[in-house]
Structure formats: structure tokens, C-alpha cells
């Protein structure tokens, strides 16, 4: 079989025209998609005064509209996904069964709840459908709207979720959206496109969609047209250190960046676990669908795990022993939530062989045959090599006290999974001063919410512009009052 042809999506048409090949090497290539510079014409929209009818498509609008949209996103009916799901197979580094898993959640993210959540939780529904007075201490009022804006989302492929969520957002705020599709996943935001063309094809949601694909960082044909002022307004960037150091020489007046860029995560684990063989059971179950669920592909995903058993002797026989249990519980984990890798990094595997030759400092727990490890560090640190840690493969660290973990946190941990709750509540207010971003339950690290704020951040509030609208009258308001206390009263001459 050849490689397939993808097509571009530009506001509201399917465009197959002038394909280019992608990817591979030699001869062969990954795919083929139409050429990016033939497209550049149409990508962006260059007339700003085009977004009106954005401004008169309500909340409750957008709801119903992706209300009908979300059934037909189910894999049983939809043939652009189910083709965007054969291919991805060969190009994300998801296996097959956890790739399917996540294409069967798409449908749940359109619901009517689902969506009004993300609305409330983000923006605001009140700021995204008209003005919403502002009262002043000092006198006048304030209008402020919330209003769409043209964005490029470049956006990471390790989860087709990703492309389902931007979609999404990008409705809410009623913006303008040119999605730049990755290598590893070119097709699923041209499959929910295309869906919505057929859905409802002269709706200003899907007139106000662009998927493309071209080269990051090595297009300079494309984005040094494309990331102008006078056709974008923002740059929303997921995915690695180099694209999102890339994408910044485009930054200027008139270009703001979103970045929502690479993480890792964590876990700290109390003394409660430990208590007896059923806590420290339990324990290791949750813990490992922090680890293992989407074969450890994600920035909540947990690499480090500190467990608070003492670095006596007690306390380093009761780290091993609970690492034994969380081996044993990822390997138990469903097909369709983990599996092993399906390239296990030949460098990880490696620096595991050497660990195994010094047992006094470390134990390397399971990991022959690359279906995941555990590593017990017998000392407070994680390993050297803990931020390259993936395949299933976690770092159990035993500490004295739950204190001690928080000198391995930084600006780069964003999810934190703690045992017991009541930790969790002592540590929340302590966490965040070493740069982390996101406490959770242990167990529910990859249970994403997008009505909530996400990378110490809120995106969707910053997709949008947020305008005001002041009215002073000078029987109210002195036009100097605030500049001089002195002001003679303002009168008619």
C-alpha cells in the first residue's frame, strides 16, 4: 500500500490539491498533504470584519451545534475517523488498543454538559454573548466582552483527544482557527472537520475552521507569511521544547503565545499506605493507573513516585516490596488503558541494565522484556536519568517525610498525585511555591478536565480578547478628578 493522501480542510472545504510528501525516508514517505504554500491564500483570514457573524452565534448556539456534532464522532458511524484510526496505528506511539480507547471518548466531550461546563468554568458564558457592566468605586461604568479571536493551534499528537479539544475550545470563544496538524497525528482534526462540513456546512463554526499540515520549524515558506499580525491574532502551542522554542521568533506586537508546553509529573505517596498489606495493595493499584494508563505517553503522567517508608531498613524493605505490587498491578491494567511499548527506548533500556550491576543503591523490578519496570531508589533521589523515564517505567523514591519530596519539584512538574487526601490538603498550598501545577487523588493523574485551568494557566480565557468598553459622564465624573483633587466642579458654559 502506498502512503495515503490527506486532504486540508479551509472553512468549510476539503481540499486535496497539489499534494506534497511528508515524513519517511528515502523513497518513501509517511503521507501526502497539499502542498501548505498553495494554501496560504486561503489559511488565514486576512479581513477581520468576516469574524461578525462569529458575534452573533450565542452559548446556547454553540451547544446545540456541537450537541448534534458529538454522535456522529463515534467510530461505529464515522469513516473519516475510522481512517484516521487505521493510520494513526502506524505513526503514534500509542498501540492500537489505547489509540481506539481514546477515539471511543470523543463523542463525550460534545455533550451538552460537557461543553456548558468548559463555557461556565472558563470564560464565562455571560462575557462570550454580550457586554457585561462593570460598576466603578470612583464613579462611571464598565463594559467588558469577552471576543473571539484568529489563532494558530499547533497542536501535539500524542493524544487525538488533543485535536477533539481544540475544536471544541475554539467554538466556545467563537474565534478563528488555523490548526496545524502534527506528524504523528496529521488526520484527526481534518476527520472532525470534515465531519462538521457535513453536519452543517454554512455554519460560521465550520466557515471558521482551517486544518493544515506542513513542516514545523522547517517552513519557513509558510509561517513566515502566516504568522503576521495581520492575520493572526495568537499562536496556541502544544507539544515539545523545540517547536515551542521554534515558534516564539514569531512573536511580536500584535502576536500573543499560548504555550501549554512539556511537563512531567509526580506522586507522593504517605506513611498511611504503608500501614498495613491492604492499604499498601490498594495503593499500589491507584498508583499504577497514574504510571501506566496511556502507556505513560502523557505530561500527568507519573514518573517519580515518593513514598514516605523511612530510609531505615524497615523502610527500604517496605519501598521494595510496594514497588513489587505496583509492577504487579501495571501489568494488570486493560488493554485498552495500557500496554506495553511500542518502541521502548533503546537508551532507558540500557541505563536499566546498569542498574541492575548495583544492587546497594538501586532495584530494578521487572523490565526484561520491555513491558515496563519499577526502579527502587535505596537512597532520597530519583534516578539521574528520571526525566527520559516512559515505557510503564516509574522511579519509587523512599523519603522521611513528605517534605522531603518537595525539593525534586519545579517548573516543570505539573501533575502531583498524593496519598491520602489529607496530605494532599496539607501540602496544597506548599506545592505550588516550587512550581507545581496540579494536585490530584492518587489514581486520577490522567483524568484530563478542560473546564478548569490547565498548565498553572487558563487557556480559553487567554484564546480570547477581553475588551472594554468605559462610559464617564462629566456630571458624574470630573475628566480631571483623577488628576487633580482640585478640579473646579464641571459646568455647561
Given at each position: 500500500?502506498?502512503?495515503?493522501?490527506?486532504?486540508?480542510?479551509?472553512r468549510?472545504?476539503?481540499?486535496w490539491?497539489d499534494?506534497?510528501a511528508?515524513?519517511?525516508?528515502g523513497?518513501?514517505?509517511?503521507?501526502?498533504?497539499?502542498d501548505p504554500v498553495t494554501?496560504?491564500?486561503?489559511?488565514p483570514?486576512t479581513?477581520?470584519?468576516?469574524?461578525?457573524?462569529?458575534?452573533e452565534v450565542?452559548?446556547?448556539?454553540?451547544?446545540?451545534?456541537?450537541?448534534?456534532?458529538?454522535p456522529?464522532l463515534?467510530?461505529?458511524?464515522?469513516?473519516?475517523?475510522?481512517e484516521a484510526l487505521?493510520?494513526?496505528?502506524?505513526?503514534?506511539?500509542m498501540?492500537p488498543?489505547?489509540l481506539?480507547?481514546c477515539?471511543?471518548?470523543?463523542p463525550?466531550?460534545?455533550t451538552p454538559e460537557?461543553v456548558r461546563?468548559?463555557?461556565?468554568g472558563?470564560?464565562?458564558s455571560?462575557?462570550?454573548?454580550?457586554w457585561q457592566e462593570?460598576?466603578?468605586?470612583?464613579?462611571g461604568?464598565a463594559?467588558?466582552?469577552?471576543?473571539?479571536a484568529r489563532?494558530?493551534?499547533?497542536?501535539?499528537?500524542?493524544?487525538p483527544?488533543?485535536?477533539?479539544i481544540t475544536?471544541?475550545?475554539?467554538?466556545?470563544?467563537?474565534g478563528d482557527?488555523?490548526i496545524?496538524?502534527?506528524?504523528n497525528?496529521p488526520?484527526?482534526?481534518?476527520a472532525?472537520?470534515?465531519t462538521?462540513?457535513?453536519?452543517?456546512p454554512?455554519?460560521?463554526l465550520?466557515?471558521?475552521?482551517?486544518?493544515?499540515y506542513?513542516?514545523g520549524g522547517g517552513?519557513?515558506?509558510?509561517?513566515?507569511?502566516?504568522y503576521?499580525p495581520?492575520?493572526?491574532d495568537?499562536?496556541?502551542?502544544?507539544g515539545?521544547?523545540?517547536?515551542?522554542r521554534?515558534?516564539?521568533r514569531?512573536?511580536?506586537?500584535?502576536?500573543?503565545?499560548?504555550?501549554?508546553d512539556?511537563?512531567l509529573s509526580?506522586?507522593?505517596?504517605?506513611?498511611?499506605?504503608f500501614a498495613?498489606?491492604a492499604?499498601?495493595?490498594?495503593?499500589?493499584r491507584?498508583?499504577?493507573?497514574d504510571v501506566?494508563?496511556?502507556?505513560?505517553?502523557g505530561?500527568?503522567?507519573?514518573?517519580?513516585?515518593?513514598v514516605?517508608?523511612?530510609?531505615?531498613?524497615?523502610?527500604?524493605?517496605?519501598?521494595e516490596?510496594?514497588?513489587?505490587?505496583?509492577?504487579?498491578?501495571?501489568?494488570?491494567?486493560?488493554?485498552?488503558?495500557?500496554t506495553?511499548?511500542?518502541w521502548?527506548?533503546?537508551?532507558?533500556?540500557?541505563s536499566?541494565?546498569?542498574l541492575?550491576?548495583?544492587?546497594?543503591?538501586?532495584r530494578v523490578?521487572?523490565?526484561?522484556?520491555?513491558?515496563?519496570?519499577?526502579?527502587?531508589?535505596?537512597?532520597?533521589e530519583?534516578?539521574?536519568?528520571?526525566?527520559?523515564?516512559s515505557g510503564?517505567?516509574?522511579?519509587?523514591?523512599p523519603?522521611?517525610?513528605?517534605?522531603?519530596?518537595?525539593?525534586?519539584?519545579?517548573?516543570?512538574?505539573?501533575?502531583?498525585?498524593?496519598?491520602p487526601?489529607?496530605?494532599?490538603?496539607?501540602?496544597?498550598?506548599l506545592?505550588?511555591?516550587?512550581g507545581?501545577q496540579?494536585?490530584?487523588s492518587?489514581?486520577?493523574?490522567?483524568r484530563?478536565?478542560?473546564?478548569?485551568?490547565?498548565d498553572a494557566?487558563?487557556?480559553?480565557?487567554?484564546m480570547?480578547?477581553?475588551?472594554?468598553?468605559?462610559s464617564?459622564s462629566?456630571?458624574?465624573?470630573?475628566?480631571l478628578?483623577?488628576?487633580?483633587r482640585?478640579?473646579e466642579?464641571?459646568?455647561r458654559?
Open positions: 500500500m502506498g502512503a495515503p493522501t490527506i486532504p486540508a480542510f479551509v468549510g472545504e476539503t481540499v490539491d499534494p506534497v511528508f515524513g519517511g525516508t523513497e518513501a514517505c509517511a503521507f501526502r498533504a497539499p494554501l496560504l491564500d486561503r489559511l483570514l479581513d477581520p470584519l468576516r469574524m461578525r457573524d462569529l458575534a450565542t452559548t446556547s448556539d454553540v451547544v446545540d451545534y456541537l450537541a448534534e456534532l458529538g456522529r463515534r467510530l461505529s458511524v464515522n469513516g473519516f475517523l475510522r487505521e493510520h494513526s496505528t502506524a505513526w503514534s506511539d498501540t488498543p489505547v481506539a480507547a477515539y471511543e471518548q470523543l463525550s466531550l460534545f460537557a461546563a468548559v463555557a461556565e472558563t470564560v464565562g455571560r462575557f462570550l454573548d454580550g462593570v460598576a466603578s468605586p470612583g464613579g461604568t463594559a467588558v466582552r469577552a471576543v473571539g489563532a494558530v493551534h499547533i497542536i501535539a499528537g500524542n493524544n483527544i488533543i485535536a477533539a475544536i471544541i475550545r475554539n467554538a466556545l470563544v467563537r482557527a488555523v496545524k496538524t502534527p506528524a497525528d488526520l484527526t482534526a481534518v472532525v472537520a470534515r462538521m462540513a457535513e453536519t452543517a454554512g455554519h460560521p465550520t466557515r471558521h475552521l482551517a486544518v493544515a506542513w513542516k517552513a519557513a515558506a509558510v509561517e513566515d507569511r502566516l503576521q495581520g492575520n493572526i495568537k499562536i496556541v502551542a502544544w515539545g521544547l523545540a517547536s515551542v521554534h515558534v516564539t514569531y512573536i511580536q506586537p500584535g502576536v500573543e503565545l499560548v504555550t501549554l512539556p511537563k509526580a506522586t507522593i505517596v504517605g506513611a498511611e499506605a498495613d498489606e492499604s499498601m495493595a490498594e495503593t499500589a491507584l498508583a499504577a493507573v501506566g494508563a496511556l502507556n505513560q505517553l505530561c500527568f503522567n507519573a514518573r517519580v513516585v515518593h514516605v517508608t523511612g530510609l531505615d531498613a524497615a523502610g527500604l524493605e517496605r519501598a516490596h510496594w514497588g513489587e505490587l505496583l509492577h504487579r498491578e501495571i501489568l494488570r491494567l486493560p488493554a485498552a488503558v495500557s506495553p511499548a511500542r521502548f527506548d533503546p537508551e532507558l533500556r540500557a536499566l541494565r546498569a541492575r550491576t548495583s544492587p546497594d543503591w538501586y523490578i521487572g523490565g526484561h522484556d520491555d513491558e515496563g519496570a519499577v526502579v527502587v531508589s535505596r537512597v532520597a530519583p534516578v539521574d536519568f528520571h526525566t527520559a523515564l510503564r517505567v516509574a522511579n519509587v523514591v523519603v522521611a517525610s513528605p517534605r522531603d519530596a518537595l525539593k525534586a519539584m519545579n517548573a516543570y512538574t505539573q501533575t502531583v498525585g498524593v496519598y487526601e489529607s496530605l494532599k490538603r496539607r501540602l496544597r498550598d506545592l505550588p511555591l516550587y507545581v496540579r494536585l490530584v492518587l489514581g486520577y493523574a490522567t484530563f478536565r478542560p473546564d478548569v485551568p490547565q494557566m487558563e487557556p480559553v480565557r487567554r480570547v480578547k477581553w475588551i472594554v468598553d468605559e464617564c462629566p456630571g458624574d465624573v470630573h475628566p478628578g483623577h488628576l487633580d482640585r478640579a466642579p464641571w459646568g458654559s
